[in-house]
Nanobody, 119 residues
Framework: QVHLVESGGGLVQAGGSLRLSCAAS????????MGWFRQAPGKEREFVAS????????YYADSVKGRFTISRDNAKNTVYLQMNSLKPEDTGVYYC????????????WGQGTQVTVSS
């Protein structure tokens, strides 16, 4: 059974930083790409960043390029999202997700962690 558990959310002032973690289990990691998504109040969920477990490239939404960094620790089966220079518009629930390589749809999702950026 696949489990994705996010942590690290919280309240931070604009310009501050947070690091989110996603602990994964139950996956054949080499077959999957991990992604971070977010959903602001009243808005649709949107893609933030992605990284494969093995090799490959990272991808970012234009809105976070240069401020957010996605990384992984294969030994810990954990994916991270380092968020710097946070803005109030970064506020939302952040979700970790997993999809098979070559498949567009993310199949597995975590429960989400709240990030609130105050102005």
């Amino acid at each position: 059974q696949v489990h994705l558990v996010e942590s690290g959310g919280g309240l931070v002032q604009a310009g501050g930083s947070l690091r989110l973690s996603c602990a994964a289990s139950g996956l054949t990691f080499s077959n999957y790409v991990m992604g971070w998504f977010r959903q602001a109040p009243g808005k649709e969920r949107e893609f933030v960043a992605s990284i494969p477990w093995i090799g490959g490239s990272t991808y970012y939404a234009d809105s976070v390029k240069g401020r957010f960094t996605i990384s992984r620790d294969n030994a810990k089966n954990t994916v991270y999202l380092q968020m710097n220079s946070l803005k109030p518009e970064d506020t939302g629930v952040y979700y970790c997700a997993a999809r098979l390589r070559g498949v567009n749809e993310y199949r597995y999702w975590g429960q989400g962690t709240q990030v609130t950026v105050s102005s």
